[in-house]
Structure formats: structure tokens, C-alpha cells
């Protein structure tokens, strides 16, 4: 159950950040990239489950290690492109689309696919617009399913928040 958590939480950092990549950007090892991303999503979540009890550090550690391996895997299976197309429809369905409508994405040349599902929208106390989200990618056969919030922040970009 905790390896599925910081594989969502991973995957949700992922798209969004993987959005971000522009073809100009210098090539970056897929499988260190994800490593890296799944690491700091891991350490995160095990940060915030292990908050009130005495082995806190222990939390942090196990999630930092096992959001690394999980990332790791991922980041092998999904290449550049597929990254790029998840990213993007995770951006427009948070930016364009009501609640409830899935934004789909399909990669014809790895056959991997996914979409990415807006689920609650809602305003902070400062009035910053968020958005609850549902991502799923299809890798082989197998499905990951990913839930996180992101807030809109200066630039006008979405970041992920939770």
C-alpha cells in the first residue's frame, strides 16, 4: 500500500514537471530523473505519515527509498515523449477542463497512454485557485493511478501542492 502512495505521489510530480521539458533542454537519464523525483516525493509522504510518532526519521528514510525505486521503475518505462504528453494533459485538463472530464493521452510510438481527470476545484484563504486531480497512466498492461492537488501560482503555471 505505501510503495502504490509514493508511486502516485511520484508520478503525479512527474507530469507536471515532465510538462515543463522543452526540446532544448539537454538530455536527462530517464531512469535518474525518476529516481531523483520519486526520492524527494518519497521522503515527502513519509514526512507527513510519520509526523507525531518517534520514529519520524525512519519514515523519511523509508519513503525516500522506496519513492526512489518506485521512481526509478517508472522513469524506465516512460520515455521522454511519453512524459512530455502526460505533462501537457495534466496542464490543460487542470487549466480547461470541468470537473469530472477525463483529458486523454496516447503515445502511438511506445503504445503507452493515460489521462488525467480534474476532480474538485476549489479557492485557499487567500483566494488561490486549486484543483483536485486523478492521473492515470497505462504502461504494458498495468495501470498506476495517481490523486494530488496543485494551486496555481504567480506565473500562472500549476503546482502540485499535495
Known sequence: MFTRIVTATMISAA????????TNSPPVNKETAGTGI???????LGYGLGKGHSDKEAAVVI?????GAAG?????????????????????????????NARQWQNPDTGHAGSAVP?????NN?????????????IG??????????????????KIVQ
Open 15 to 22: 507530469l507536471l514537471v515532465g510538462g515543463c521539458a522543452t
Open 38 to 44: 520519486g526520492a524527494v516525493a518519497g521522503a515527502l
Open 63 to 67: 519513503g525516500a527509498i522506496l519513492g
Open 72 to 100: 526509478n521503475r517508472l522513469g524506465a518505462r516512460l520515455n521522454e515523449a511519453d512524459r512530455i504528453m502526460a505533462g501537457n494533459t495534466l496542464g490543460d485538463a487542470l487549466e480547461n477542463d470541468p470537473v469530472g
Open 119 to 123: 476532480t474538485r476545484t476549489f479557492y
Open 126 to 138: 487567500d483566494g488561490t485557485p486549486c484543483r483536485e486531480f486523478t492521473t492515470t497512466v497505462n
Open 141 to 158: 498492461g498495468q495501470q498506476e493511478n495517481a490523486h494530488g492537488t496543485a494551486c496555481r501560482v504567480a506565473d500562472g503555471s500549476w
